[in-house]
T-cell receptor, first 111, second 117 residues
């Protein structure tokens, strides 16, 4: 079953606002992944984090790998309508034969 | 990132028939492929994990005789929903990892919307 707790479940924001979502776990992960899923599509990998404390950016997206290796956050700055979708955090099991997913954060952006 | 192609994107079938969904890794060798099912407004539910050349490992509660998985090559895995019923209607998604992807990232197909009527 899933071991990742993701929050918030959903967000309604105005275009231009910054967004933050996070993921926590009771277990240590050595890799954190953030995905975005558009309606009717498969998830697309946004950012991959490999090292505790690592802060990585991809355009307006920034994600950090928590120092305890039990949490991660994703920030989106200056949101735009195309940011709408569901964002998932994920982490692989230690031998990479399974990936655990958070429950997702549904982002709605008002133009 | 690596590309995973899933086909078909949508399929409608009659109750009692079988449907095959293909998942291909286009630019890397997928040593491990995962099949998920996703219900509306919910997260991904792992159904099974398959490694090339070996039998798939099914999650608890997933019927292996109903959801047949074949991973015969390093670039292709198939999921066959046998004797489909309306309750099997769902969004099915595959993902794959491979050594070229460092085995640390999973890349997803586009998903298949199955409707059983």
């Amino acid at each position: 079953g899933q071991q990742l707790n993701q929050s918030p479940q959903s967000m309604f924001i105005q275009e231009g606002e910054d967004v933050s979502m996070n993921c926590t776990s009771s277990s240590i992960f050595n890799t954190w992944l953030w995905y975005k899923q558009d309606p009717g599509e498969g998830p697309v990998l946004l950012i991959a984090l490999y090292k505790a404390g690592e802060l990585t950016s991809n355009g307006r997206l920034t994600a950090q790998f928590g120092i305890t290796r039990k949490d991660s956050f994703l920030n989106i700055s200056a949101s735009i309508p195309s940011d709408v979708g569901i964002y998932f955090c994920a982490g692989p099991k230690y031998n990479f034969n399974k990936f655990y997913f958070g429950s997702g954060t549904k982002l709605n952006v008002k133009p | 990132g690596a590309v995973v192609s899933q086909h078909p994107s949508r399929v409608i079938c009659k109750s009692g028939t079988s449907v095959k969904i293909e998942c291909r890794s286009l630019d890397f060798q997928a040593t491990t492929m995962f099949w998920y099912r996703q219900f509306p407004k919910q997260s991904l539910m792992l159904m099974a994990t398959s490694n090339e050349g070996s039998k798939a490992t099914y999650e608890q509660g997933v019927e292996k005789d109903k959801f047949l998985i074949n991973h015969a090559s390093l670039t292709l895995s198939t999921l066959t929903v046998t004797s489909a019923h309306p309750e099997d209607s769902s969004f099915y998604i595959c993902s794959a990892t491979g050594s070229e992807a460092g085995n640390t990232e999973a890349f997803f197909g586009q998903g298949t919307r199955l409707t059983v009527v």
